[in-house]
């Protein structure tokens, strides 16, 4: 009941608030245009393109939360959510309107000083609002609750002592059962290999007599055969040698006279080209002479 009346009482201050601030908008662009350079001044250069720069636009956003929040709180709904919007566009308005500290005259420092303290006022009143639950359980309450029957959950589902005894019994057995399993198969597995080097060994032994006699008989036959086609061979050669020997002195022969025929020519050049120097030589050598004697008369 308390709740009916108080809280349409402390909505109408932002409310009132809100609604003038809307009508006389101009009475207040120039407290939010001194709000919005002193944020300019103290934020990093990289955050202030989140900070308004119309200041007549911030005035309507600061006078619109607060009509719209201030109902919502009067009426009771979401009235947490209401409240802190409440505190979110009351301290920007604080600070434009009731900045005492910036000015020296008495009487409007002491002015500002009331008003700022009666908003200081006005903020502990929202924010008891915003932790105001209705009689209902709190968030940090429910989350308490929500943690212990969480828990007795996961305690409930987690297997008893006697059932993890029980458990740890059953697999020790499996795997004892396993691990006899597998000692008889690895011993199955040796034995097979023993039998088996056995028989290899044996059968090796029963062959070798054999396998002696293949590779002396091989041996036998590829010396007979190196030996009878040696002899094919030398009398091969025998028989043709003569011929080869013939063969070798014609070829010999022809490049021989080739050899012969290609030094007469060559001889026979060399002889007509000294013959044209030489009577190239005689040529300039006349001519020199002439030009030297010419050049003799010309001096004198």
Known sequence: MIRKFARPMLA??????????????????????????????????????????????????????????GSLYALGKSPRLAATALVAAQVPTMLARHAFWETQE?????????????????????????????????????????????NKQVQAALPTRTET?????????????????????AGLVADRATGAATDAKAYVEENKDGWLDQVTDAFDTAKSYVEDNFETAKAYVEDNKDDWIEQVTEKASELTDGASAYAAEFSKDAKKQRKILRKRADKAAKKAKKETNKALKSIK
């Open 165 to 185: 005894e029980k458990r740890t019994e059953e697999v020790t057995e499996a795997l004892r059962g396993t691990g006899a399993n597998l000692k008889e198969k």
């Open 106 to 150: 008495p009487k409007e420092k002491k002015a500002r000083r009331t008003g700022f303290l009666t908003d200081i006022g006005l903020l502990g009143g929202l924010f008891l609002a915003t932790a105001d639950t209705d009689g209902k359980p709190g968030l940090a309450w429910r989350a308490e609750k929500a943690g212990k029957k969480l």
């Open 12 to 69: 109408s201050v932002f409310v009132a608030d809100g609604v003038d601030t809307l009508i006389n908008q101009q009475d207040h662009q120039e407290g939010a245009r001194e709000l919005i350079a002193r944020v300019r001044s103290v934020t990093p250069n990289q955050y202030n393109k989140f900070v308004p720069k119309n200041e007549k636009a911030l005035v309507q956003a600061i006078a619109g939360t607060k009509v719209a929040a």
